[in-house]
């Protein structure tokens, strides 16, 4: 199956690889296929930045301190149980094993076991009581995010613009709502302080024409009209002097990258 002719499965594998739940094989194939088309990396890169967003909506929660009684109570039971062990190794060694020695030894064991059983089921009620007011604070938060996810700028079309070696140095997105396009920046590239990077629209016939001149955050937006980027088949920049260059002279210094720009469905 060719994943970049699947729209649907491309947005649930790039969704399931940024959470972090594509597993195994099938994480080194999506790997593997983000390498080799544009279209994959674009969508893995859209979705990281929509999970971010949860982290910045989402509230610390200091665990209370029953939580850390009960962890502290476990590992004392372990503990008792490796030490009970290790006597028990070393008992089986002696030449004069007793059986009242033994029975002390099991009656230790379950002492051990039957506290921290008792311990676990004491702070159950308690954990169980806090872990629905948490419950419920979390459900109030994701309502929240979903809401904000639902605010988010759509994306109708998409360009990961790769330098001569292949690599992603940018991603361009169009947002039809804000009438906007949003270039981030995904490598380390550098502009010197006299030096600007200039986005240009590559048609299909005619002369490159300008989008706009970048600033040098990692995170930039040029206003435009869906017009300006419908029937434009690959985007590219090019360093320019400070401040950009007229559209009508077109690049005069290096294009530095280049990528198809990408339409897909809302």
Same mark, same amino acid.
């Given at each position: 199956?060719?994943?970049?002719?699947?729209?649907?499965?491309l947005?649930?594998?790039?969704? +399931?690889? +940024?959470?972090g739940?594509?597993?195994?094989g099938a994480? &080194?194939?999506?790997?593997?296929? =983000?390498?080799?088309? %544009?279209?994959?990396?674009?969508?893995?890169?859209? @979705?990281?930045?929509? @999970?971010?967003?949860f982290s910045e909506?989402?509230?610390?929660?200091?665990?209370?301190?029953?939580? @850390?009684?009960r962890?502290?109570?476990?590992?004392q039971?372990? #503990?008792?149980?490796?030490k009970?062990?290790r006597?028990?190794?070393? =008992?089986s060694?002696s030449?004069? %094993?007793?059986?009242?020695?033994w029975r002390?030894?099991?009656?230790?064991g379950?002492?051990a076991?039957?506290?921290?059983?008792?311990v676990?089921?004491w702070?159950?009620?308690?954990? &169980?009581?806090?872990?629905?007011?948490?419950? +419920?604070a979390?459900?109030t938060?994701l309502?929240?995010a979903?809401a904000?996810?639902?605010?988010?700028?759509?994306?109708q079309?998409?360009?990961?613009? =790769?330098?001569?070696?292949?690599?992603?140095?940018m991603?361009?997105?169009?947002?039809p709502?804000?009438?906007?396009?949003?270039l981030?920046?995904v490598s380390?590239?550098?502009?010197?302080?006299?030096?600007?990077?200039?986005l240009w629209?590559?048609?299909?016939?005619?002369? %490159?024409? +300008?989008?706009?001149?970048?600033?040098?955050g990692?995170?930039?937006?040029?206003p435009?009209?869906?017009t300006?980027?419908?029937?434009i %088949?690959?985007?590219?920049?090019?360093?320019?002097?400070k401040g950009?260059?007229?559209?009508? #002279?077109?690049?005069t210094?290096?294009?530095?990258?280049?990528?198809?720009?990408?339409?897909?469905?809302i």
């Open positions: 199956m060719n994943l970049t002719q699947n729209p649907e499965l947005d649930r594998l790039a969704a +399931s690889y +940024s959470l739940t594509l597993h195994g994480r &080194r194939r999506f790997e593997q296929l =983000a390498r080799e088309y %544009p279209q994959v990396r674009a969508a893995a890169l859209l @979705w990281q930045g929509r @999970w971010s967003a909506v989402q509230t610390p929660v200091q665990p209370d301190a029953v939580v @850390w009684t962890i502290a109570n476990l590992l039971a372990e #503990t008792a149980k490796a009970l062990a006597q028990r190794e070393t =008992a060694k030449a004069w %094993p007793t059986l009242a020695w002390g030894l099991a009656m230790a379950g002492l076991t039957v506290a921290a059983i008792s676990g089921l702070s159950h009620q308690g954990l &169980r009581d806090d872990s629905q007011q948490k419950l +419920s979390l459900q938060q309502q929240m979903q904000e996810l639902q605010a988010a700028p759509q994306i079309y998409v360009a990961v613009l =790769a330098d001569g070696k292949a690599d992603a140095s991603l361009v997105t169009f947002d709502r804000h009438q906007q396009l949003v981030q920046r380390g590239f550098k502009e010197a302080d006299n030096k600007s990077l200039q629209a590559l048609p299909q016939q005619g002369a %490159p024409r +300008s989008l706009g001149v970048m600033g040098d990692k995170l930039d937006q040029l435009a009209q869906e300006d980027v419908k029937a %088949p690959a985007l590219a920049i090019s360093l320019e002097p950009g260059v007229p559209s009508s #002279t077109g690049p210094g290096p294009v530095l990258f280049k990528g198809a720009l990408i339409r897909r469905d």
